[in-house]
């Protein structure tokens, strides 16, 4: 059993407010959110970090990338978003399963904190 709280989500041993799956990937609000819009989409598989993406993991994260925009159209973020990941600890990454967060609703500030 894997003590990993994004690992839990996927596999609905702890609830969250989802906005899309497949059988690869899930995408599902967060519960801290920094923009009135703010979703978090990560793999079923468990990734650690950006830092842990293999060969292997190629058509996993093309898959991911590709699916944005149709959440992004889902969440109906047309004047645009923002998709960050945080990678380990100069990154600021608190949940070691790698996930990307897509923020919308307002506009970002740059450069970021
Ligand atoms: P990061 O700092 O990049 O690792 O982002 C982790 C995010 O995960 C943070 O914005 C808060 C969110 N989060 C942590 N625990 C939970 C949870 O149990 N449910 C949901 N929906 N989000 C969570």
Redesign the pocket.
């Known amino acids: 059993m894997s003590d990993c709280?994004f690992c839990k989500?996927v596999n609905k041993e702890?609830p969250?407010n989802i906005v899309y799956e497949d059988d690869q990937i899930l995408c599902?609000?967060?519960?801290?959110p920094q923009a009135p819009v703010h979703v978090?989409l990560i793999p079923k598989k468990r990734i650690v970090s950006m830092d842990d993406v293999q060969e292997e993991d190629k058509e996993l994260m093309g898959h991911m990338m590709v699916k944005i925009k149709e959440i992004a159209q889902i969440l109906g973020l047309e004047n645009g978003y923002r998709v960050v990941n945080?990678c380990g600890e100069h990154g600021?990454?608190?949940?070691g399963h790698i996930?990307f967060?897509i923020l919308g609703k307002r506009k970002m500030a740059w450069p970021p904190g």
């Open positions: 709280i989500i702890i969250a599902f609000h967060d519960v801290s978090l945080n600021m990454q608190t949940v996930h967060h």
